[in-house]
């Protein structure tokens, strides 16, 4: 059988045909822009040269109990939402994406989760959708669970390996299209991950000094000199940013070096202000894109210890700025990772649903760039209505569109409104440890002045859970039954 992209068949547009499941495993990570890691991975195909087209993709859950409600809910999802797009699909291919533990080995992999691609394979028959292609990708090594056969030659027990990096039809069809080789799930997230090491006293004792020394200028209504100030010092980092190499192995690192820790407490603090966030979020395209996104990433790098669900702003202005330019995959990485910190946080829930659902980040783009100074943005859906609204025209509707790759994810009707709300309260800028307490963390051997309770630490826990166990555990990286955010 042969697959193409969803954009195949184009005026002008490169096809690829993919023949065979290893040309199937190879090609997934150039389909979704990254290597799935711990994921299950579903594609509908389309017609009868089997066009790829939508997608969706779930962190494999950690109870097998949970297996066969969550591959209902996934098959539903996917063939849902293409009808919506393109017409029911004709077949879907699975991907099963897990590498084995320490001490383990590929193939027990692809045995542990034989259960869950047939509960896949059932699923999708139960909507009378086929499951064309089973694949499980492990250890560099993939088998099928649809097409095996008992030929050890053909079918090896131990799986056959994945082709080389570099040597596939699809990787020749990347490169010869400028497009870089897809990183893993893991390593876009560790881009975003707290740092560790000695800088994580001198940055705490920089936040908690910080945070007492604004929170006096914010009972007596400074909040916003303390918001230009905030854009002021981005505005000196970025263009220390932009003058350094933003290439090349090591350009984390290098960034991390240009931003003091002082500079990282004041504006890791500036921005928990939603008009502050709102309006560093303007530094979205042109020359400042680029330097705006290094910054934020290494600010999400420094919410360590008791901050690191400060780290909700920077992650999401991360992920706003990925979209921005086009980079998707990284825009749903950084916003995920935001929703996790703080399932709550509106801003996040707003740009990955509108991610997730192929929106065009122009209309947002449009709001920005006509914020007045001093005043956070007025998004066309802060009104409730949801930014699913006024969309028909671009095929686009439901909670499940076709395009998304993670499931599920909060709908509009599902938002809580409370950091982004209109009222907006004085911004919490004591560490999670500490909320719920009436005094701001404060170093070792200094008082502690009392501060604002600011936004409340207590969530309701609402948002869409399609298919979600009723039960509260956890898969490994906060990836449970009910997926992520």
């Excluded at 705490?204 to 007492?212: N, T």
């Excluded at 984390?252 to 560093?280: H, P």
Aim: charged share 25%; glycine share 12%.
């Amino acid at each position: 059988m042969t697959h193409h992209s969803d954009a195949a068949g184009g005026p002008g547009e490169q096809t690829i045909g993919l023949r065979g499941p290893g040309e199937l495993a190879d090609a997934l990570p150039y389909f979704l822009g990254f290597h799935p890691d711990d994921s299950v991975v579903l594609i509908a195909t389309h017609g009868e040269r089997g066009r790829f087209g939508g997608r969706v993709r779930l962190g494999i859950p950690e109870y097998e109990e949970d297996w066969p409600e969550i591959a209902v809910a996934l098959a539903k999802g996917l063939v849902t939402g293409s009808e919506r797009r393109s017409g029911k699909p004709d077949g879907i291919v699975v991907f099963l994406c897990r590498d084995p533990a320490p001490g383990g080995n590929a193939r027990q992999v692809m045995e542990r989760l034989r259960p869950l691609a047939q509960a896949l394979r059932l699923a999708c028959g139960g909507l009378d959708v086929p499951v064309y292609e089973a694949l499980c990708l492990s250890g560099g090594r993939y088998w099928s669970y649809v097409n095996a056969c008992d030929d050890p030659i053909c079918c090896s027990p131990d799986g056959t390996p994945v082709a080389r990096p570099g040597t596939s039809a699809m990787a020749a069809a990347a490169a010869y299209a400028g497009l870089q080789a897809p990183s893993s799930l893991r390593e876009m997230e560790r881009r975003l991950m707290p740092l560790e090491g000695a800088v994580v006293a001198d940055q705490e004792q920089a936040l908690d000094a910080a945070a007492i020394a604004l929170v006096p200028r914010i009972l007596e209504g400074d909040r916003g000199r303390i918001g230009t100030e905030t854009l002021e010092v981005a505005e000196r980092v970025m263009a220390r940013l932009g003058g350094a190499t933003a290439v090349g192995p090591g350009v984390d690192a290098r960034d991390d070096t240009l931003l003091s820790v002082d500079e990282a407490a004041a504006l890791i603090l500036g921005l928990q202000d939603r008009d502050t966030r709102d309006r560093a979020a303007a530094c979205m395209e042109g020359e400042g894109a680029a330097p705006a996104l290094r910054l934020w990433r290494a600010l999400a790098r420094r919410c360590v210890g008791p901050y690191v669900e400060h780290a909700a702003a920077p992650l999401t202005l991360a992920g706003w700025v990925h979209w921005s330019l086009g980079q998707e995959p990284e825009a749903r990485v950084a916003l995920r990772m935001a929703l996790r910190i703080d399932p709550e946080y509106t801003f996040a829930q707003l740009l990955h649903q509108a991610c997730n659902e192929g929106l065009d980040p122009e209309t947002i783009r449009n709001c920005l760039r006509r914020l007045p100074a001093g005043s956070g943005a007025e998004f066309p859906w802060e009104d409730g209505a949801g930014p699913s609204d006024g969309r028909a025209e671009r095929g686009v509707g439901g909670a499940v569109p076709a395009g998304r790759d993670d499931l599920p994810s909060a709908g509009p009707d599902d938002l809580p409104s409370d950091s982004d709300s209109a009222a907006t309260p004085a911004p919490d800028l004591r560490a999670p440890a500490s909320r719920g307490r009436t005094r701001p963390p404060a170093p070792k051997g200094s008082r502690r002045p009392e501060g604002p309770q600011g936004r409340s630490g207590e969530r309701s826990g609402k948002g869409a859970s399609v298919g979600a166990s009723s039960r509260t555990r956890k898969s490994p990286g906060g990836r449970g039954a009910a997926g992520e955010r």
